[in-house]
C-alpha cells in the first residue's frame, strides 16, 4: 500500500504541476480511526494527502460527474470566446473505473475531461461488519497488518481476519483492477472469489415465489425513503429524479408501503446494466437494507440474457439500449419459466 500510495501522489502532483488536470478526486485520512474520505485536491504540495487503503470505501466517480456537471453549470454565462475547459483526476480502483466507462458509454462527459489514476484493489473494510464484530464499541485505533486488522477500543485489543470484516462486494469482485485507466499507481491485484459472485442469488432464486416476496416486502419496511443510496450512486445522475417528479407523480413522497415499494423497485431497474457492485448505495444506508441482493438479480439476469457485464468496456452498449438481431427473445415468450 506505501508503495501504491508514493506513485499516486507522485501523479497526482505531476497531473497538477503540468496543468493537465484542475483537481484530483481521491482519498484523505478521515477524521475518526480507520476511516478515509474523499478529498479534492487542488494545490501539488497538497498531493501529499492522498492516501489509498483498506478504509477508502466511496465511489469517486459521483463526485467527478458533479464537477462536470457544476462546470458545464457555470460556463453557460459566459460567453463563447471566454469559456475555458477542465479536466479532472481521479483515483479509480476496478468499481470506479466500471462507473466512468457507463458515464462515458452514456455521453455524460468526453474522454478527454477525465484522467485517470488506477490503483489496484483487494477489497475494503465494512464498518457495519465492523461495529457488529465490535459489538458497537467506539474504536480509538488500528491498523491492518498482513491478512488482519487490529482494532483497540475501550475494553482492549481485538484482531480480526480480514476476510471477516471485507464487504461482500469486494469478496467476490471480478473488477478488482481498472478497466481503464491513464496510469496504474501500482502492479495489479489478485483476483477475489469471483466464482462465488451469484451463490446468494441463486440460492435466493431457489426460494418459493412467496418467500422471495415476503423477504422484499420486510427489507422494504425497513426503508424510511432517505435517497442516500440514490445519492451515493454514480450511476444516478438525473437531475430531477422520478421519485421528486410531480408531473406526472410516480411515487408519493410519504411513508406508503407501496410508494417506498414503487420507489426502489423503479430505482433498481434504472439500475439494469448499470450497477457496478462498488457497494456504496449499500453502505450508506441508515437501516441496512438489503439492496444488493436485488441489484445482483437483476445483474446475473443482464450477464446471462444479454451477456453483458456493467462499465466492462467502452465500446459495450448498455443491454437496455440495443438489441441483436438473432435474440431468442425466450424471456418474452416465456417470462414464468425458469427462476426469472
Known amino acids: 500500500m506505501e508503495n501504491i500510495e508514493k506513485k499516486l501522489r507522485e501523479e497526482a502532483r505531476k497531473l497538477l504541476i503540468e496543468k493537465q488536470v484542475d483537481v484530483v478526486v481521491g482519498y484523505e485520512k478521515g477524521t475518526l480511526p ?4 474523499p478529498c479534492f485536491i487542488t494545490n501539488p504540495d497538497d498531493a501529499e494527502k492522498l492516501v489509498w487503503n483498506r478504509f477508502c470505501t466511496q465511489n469517486l466517480a459521483k463526485f467527478v460527474h458533479d464537477l462536470v456537471m457544476q462546470h458545464r453549470e457555470s460556463q453557460k454565462r459566459v460567453k463563447p470566446e471566454a469559456r475555458i475547459k477542465k479536466a479532472f483526476g481521479i483515483v479509480a480502483r476496478g468499481c470506479t473505473s466500471r462507473s466512468i466507462v457507463i458515464h462515458l458509454v452514456e455521453k455524460q462527459y468526453d474522454r478527454s475531461e477525465v ?4 490503483v489496484p484493489c483487494t477489497g475494503y473494510v465494512d464498518r457495519k461488519k465492523l461495529a457488529v464484530l465490535l459489538n458497537g464499541e467506539e474504536i480509538l485505533d488500528g491498523a491492518v497488518d498482513g491478512d488482519h486488522l487490529t482494532v483497540r477500543t475501550a475494553s482492549g485489543e481485538k484482531k480480526f ?3 471477516d470484516v471485507l464487504a461482500d462486494n469486494c469478496l467476490t ?3 478488482n483492477n481498472p478497466v481503464i485507466s491513464d496510469v496504474m499507481a501500482g502492479d495489479p491485484a489478485p483476483a477475489m472469489d469471483a466464482a462465488s459472485e451469484y451463490a446468494e442469488v441463486e440460492a435466493f432464486e431457489k426460494l418459493p415465489i412467496e418467500e ?3 423477504y422484499f416486502t420486510k427489507e422494504m419496511e425497513k426503508c424510511i425513503r432517505c435517497a442516500a443510496c440514490r445519492n451515493a450512486c454514480p450511476s444516478c445522475y438525473c437531475r430531477i429524479c422520478f421519485a421528486e417528479q410531480s408531473q406526472p ?3 408519493g ?3 406508503d ?6 420507489f426502489q423497485l423503479m430505482r433498481m431497474y434504472h439500475m439494469v446494466g448499470r450497477c457496478v457492485d462498488c457497494g456504496s448505495g449499500i453502505s450508506v444506508c441508515p437501516m441496512g437494507v438489503d439492496l444488493r441482493k436485488f441489484l445482483k438479480k437483476l445483474d446475473k439476469d443482464a450477464f446471462e440474457f444479454f451477456e453483458h457485464r456493467a462499465g466492462a468496456s467502452l465500446d459495450v452498449p448498455a443491454p437496455l439500449s440495443t438489441f441483436k438481431e438473432n435474440d431468442k427473445e425466450d424471456f418474452i415468450y416465456h417470462p414464468g419459466g425458469g427462476s426469472h
Do not use: H, N, P, Y
Not at 408501503?257 to 414503487?262: H, P, V
Open 257 to 262: 408501503r407501496s410508494d417506498t415499494q414503487m
Open 212 to 214: 422471495r416476496w415476503a
Open 34 to 37: 480507520l476511516t478515509a474520505t
Open 253 to 255: 413522497i410519504g411513508e
Open 249 to 251: 407523480q410516480w411515487v
Open 115 to 118: 484522467v485517470i489514476l488506477g
Open 173 to 175: 469482485c471480478r473488477f
Open 161 to 163: 481476519a480480514l476476510k
